[in-house]
């Protein structure tokens, strides 16, 4: 594909990876909550859930979601009740302590971390359709196969850059905020968007082709 489509997609690209969604809520509140590196290392099952995504999207079954109207609410509802509860367990935990970055945390509390970032990530229908309205718009038709494995690679490492981005955005915030009582917000702040992003997807239509 050409320079000249590349250059196109990733201004494009990166807007769509640092739209506030939530995963990026996610890697937001991780981050203050237990550091960038956490965060990082917890969002790599994201990049797993969109690498899946898009090669799901390559192979042709991407456009089941956007013809077949009980896969996409299959998908849509699975993903809407497990943000709802997600942002329900967050509301119900007690307040976030601020760790350092340099601590070891159990290997379990990591791995977590990383299943709720790849179930919000996967359980998005919607990923799915921009890959598939998205990405098209840039492919070389002469060299599909390459072209979408370079738009795919742009658009995993776009993201990680938004999710430290993100992330950072994160700890930055916790620098501000100190004292158990004073940290009670970011749960109900973080539980009350998910749980808002949740009902936003329930009320998602499918895109008529």
Not at 49 to 74: C, K, P, Q, R, Y
């Amino acid at each position: 594909m050409s320079l000249h489509a590349i250059l196109w997609f990733i201004p494009a690209c990166f807007a769509l990876n640092m739209a506030f969604g939530p995963n990026n809520l996610l890697a937001l509140t991780n981050g203050m909550r237990w550091g960038v590196g956490v965060a990082l290392a917890a969002s790599l099952a994201r990049i797993a859930a969109f690498a899946i995504m898009i090669v799901i999207t390559a192979l042709g079954l991407g456009a089941l979601l956007t013809t077949s109207e009980v896969a996409f609410s299959a998908i849509k509802w699975a993903g809407a009740a497990y943000l709802v509860w997600l942002g329900i367990k967050i509301l119900r935990a007690g307040a976030p302590q601020i760790e350092q970055e340099t601590k070891v945390r159990p290997a379990l509390s990591l791995k977590n971390l990383a299943l709720q970032e790849f179930w919000v990530a996967i359980g998005n229908p919607k990923a799915i359709l921009i890959f598939t309205a998205f990405f098209p718009q840039f492919l070389d038709a002469a060299n599909y196969a390459s072209s979408f494995t370079i738009l795919g690679v742009v658009f995993l490492v776009l993201e990680m850059i938004a999710i430290t981005i993100y992330a950072m955005a994160g700890r930055r915030l916790a620098r501000f905020t100190t004292g158990k009582s004073s940290l009670g917000w970011v749960n109900r702040v973080s539980g009350s968007m998910m749980i808002a992003f949740g009902a936003m997807l329930a009320l998602a239509q499918r895109p008529s082709m």
